[in-house]
């Protein structure tokens, strides 16, 4: 049997393109777009954005970012500009437009391609912009109005130009030329100095999840598949294109769905459902997961934060034709990199504290589990786990300092190895379960978020340094919300410090609550006790309840 | 005691999610999407559903309603009246 390969996100979007050239690849608020359709606007933007950097004139872009949400024109964007030969910087125009601005500049992308969603957030980003911009208008953005409106960015649309000279077909002369190495999409995650981390993922990182991924779980293009992931999330890649590869349907996931997609799941008929597992904790408490109401689906993956065992044995309860794995990964090994296949009658003595596995590394990738003393731990032992292989990322964009403390050789060793953070331990059988993180690094909602950041923005919002936020409840390094502390007088206006804290961080990030304290615990060290805070939270709660 | 109506648990809705009134267009609040105007996020509408629940006696089953229409103010306040009356997909508690 010849193995399955590709050569890089597009490479593996064109493939199917040329097979399947009919076949639904998307459908999203409710329209359909087939392979051939949704190359052709692919296409034309990508001959869009070449032409418009060749009219700028300068340096040939690495990245560019697109600003759009759960719509025909996001998707668009993302192979418009792996087209071009160019790596993606997703932008969410839900997020706050302080943090879209300082993602936009970290980037140093010089073009911008619009979504019409995107037109209020836009006009922001334009407005402030500390450099002249090529935005690209997609259909049901007036280029016209922004251009007379804002005199100092240039404006294009896939459609100018000779429209009857528009290419409908991606150049798969370029698409063979796309090197491994340059960026396929551009991320960022919850940076400990208040600035949020880009991460660059290259196409042969990305190129390398695919390869692995598609065969081992047998994809068909008869399978449909959910986007239930922001396209800020790494696991979005997963999503679009695992599904493209497969010459399968996509199948956009409207934002209030994603709480409760049962109804959609069997209205869409999915085949395959991808989310953050405490979607399964939401269908539980609002009743719709109910045995065997999910038969369509064959494959259900979670991935972003914990599966508690309870939550495992529900959704295949719902779901009894389908096979359920928890798999595990942080965006620096790009997507995903371990899996563990949920078997409720013979595998549950494995679950740790009531949490799935997070199981075995992909067979294409290496992984170690360091002890605290630095050598490499025996089975049974807890320690880091360290990642290498080619879907490890290179490092942080534009910080060496944080991509020497993280990615790391050792002694005789030539590989390149990413630190987690992640504390795990293997047991007999060499499979994984998740401990914890190392240092504060939390999911919130499955979201990552370093919570030396929020105490960063909570010191910059109060003016005082005496400022801590806390994950809360936590359990295995999952938490529902995240709480603040500040050493302050009573009559301090906490709602006023929370709403600029909304001013700058995403929802997940914001604090639900400001506890005002006298002093801060300190811990052995002399050091502020973060735990010790955390421990508090639910008291507190009570109290002013 | 008499099932409770619809306006009776939509006021509740409002009392409860204390920025739904300021966030709702000036037609009123009954067609504010909670989750899409940010009066809620996920785990604050299940707490909302709980609230409710508890208020009112009831357990709201929301089956196969569309999300669309249960994150509305009033779509949710149909949903949980119907409940009350006894006509809902859902038990009476």
Redesign the interface.
Known sequence: MSRYSVASLIDAFCQSADRYPERTALEVAGQSFTYADLEARAAALASALLRAEGAAGGEAQPVVAFLGYRSLGAYVSVLGVLAAGKGYVPLNPNFPLARTRTMLALSRCATLVASPEAAEVLHGVLADAPRPLTVICLEGLDAGTLRAAYPRHRFATPCDGDSAAAPTRIDRDAVARVSPDGTAYLLFTSGSTGVPKGVPVSHGNAASYVSYVVPRYGFAPTDRFSQAFDMTFDLSVHDMFVCWASGAALVSV????V??P???IRDARLTVWFSVP?VIM?MQ????L?PASLPDLRISLFCGEPLLERWADAWQQAAPNSIVENVYGPTEATIAISHYRWDPVRERNRCANGVVPIGTIFATQTGMIVGADGAAATRGQPGELWLSGSQVTRGYLDNPEKTAQQFVSRASDPRVWYRTGDMVVEDEDGVMQYLGRVDNQVQV?GYRVELQEIDEVLRHASGNDSAMAVAWPLEAGRA??VYAFLCAPPATDTAAIIRQCESVLP??MVPKAIFLIGDMPLNANGKIDRAALARSVGELISAKS | MPSPSYAEIRDFIVSAAPNAAARAAAGGVDDL?L??A?VV???G??NL??AIEERFGI??????????EF?TVGGLARCAAAVARGDGA?HGG
């Open positions: 409207p934002h209030a769905a709480m409760a049962a109804k959609l405490s939401f408490r609002l009743r719709t109910r909602n529902d919300s929802g997940y | 999407h989750l899409n940010g996020d996920s785990l509408f299940v559903l709980a357990e709201i089953d929301l089956g196969d309603a569309d999300p669309d994150l859902a």
